[in-house]
């Protein structure tokens, strides 16, 4: 089993749509990000949370410490948003910090 | 925040040569990651770089095969030595700062080896 899972691991969405991602993780953890990753492979870092909310834009991000989920919510979703998004919690070790990723969720918004 | 310059983001490269990937930050980091991502697989760390000191190498990857240089707080280079098909990736690097628990990625370089 995944440190990181995701789900879903496709979502097709018709532009307007409200979207939601989900992340699970089984390892105590000190922060979690949201990223997003466009086809030519560069990564963006959306959201990085360690309780609570964070909102930007149409972009909404909430995790639950205790229940060790997070879910990245998009509002009016756009064709735009079309990208893959990626769950990724940051664990801190005697070594130094590491990051463990899922294995992300391809987006596709139509028009 | 970070800005990462990544070069190159792109190449096809034959197999038996190697490939060197530069990673320029606009400030001074303490950490530097390279990670890749095999086609339809999450990101895999592959050592963790620091200034001054030899690269530290995840399980399943060697200095041979990927060698790292580290001169400065803002430079890192990644090679892909003696490259197979089965190297064809992306390859990121990332940075954190010191205090600071925030991840900058590069642009990604996606290889091909044919």
């Known amino acids: 089993k995944n440190e990181v899972e995701q789900s879903p691991q496709n979502l097709t969405a018709q532009e307007g749509e409200f979207i939601t991602i989900n992340c699970s993780y089984s390892v105590g953890i000190s922060a979690l990000h949201w990223l997003q990753q466009h086809p030519g492979g560069g990564i963006v870092s959306l959201f990085m949370l360690s309780s609570g909310k964070k909102k930007h834009g149409r972009l909404i991000a909430t995790i639950n410490i205790q229940e060790k989920h997070s879910s990245l919510h998009i509002t009016a979703s756009h064709p735009r948003d079309s990208a893959v998004y990626i769950c990724?919690?940051?664990?801190?070790?005697?070594?130094?910090?590491?990051?463990?990723f899922g294995e992300g969720t391809q987006l596709t918004v139509n028009p | 925040s970070a800005v990462i310059s990544q070069k190159p983001s792109r190449d096809i490269c034959q197999r038996g040569t190697s490939l060197t990937i530069q990673c320029q930050v606009d400030?001074?980091?303490?950490?530097m990651f390279w990670y890749r991502q095999q086609p339809g697989q999450s990101l895999t760390l592959i050592a963790t770089?620091?200034?001054?000191?030899?690269?530290?190498?995840e399980s399943g990857f060697v200095i041979d095969k990927f060698p790292i240089s580290r001169p400065n707080l803002t430079f890192s280079t990644l090679t892909v030595s003696n490259m197979s098909p089965e190297d064809s990736s992306i390859y990121l690097c990332?940075?954190?700062?010191?205090?600071?628990?925030?991840?900058?990625f590069g642009q990604g370089t996606r290889l091909t080896v044919v």
């Open positions: 400030s001074q980091v303490t950490m």
């Open positions: 990724a919690v940051l664990r801190k070790e005697t070594s130094g910090s590491r990051l463990t």
């Open positions: 770089a620091n200034q001054g000191s030899e690269a530290t190498y």
């Open positions: 990332s940075v954190e700062r010191r205090l600071n628990t925030e991840a900058f």
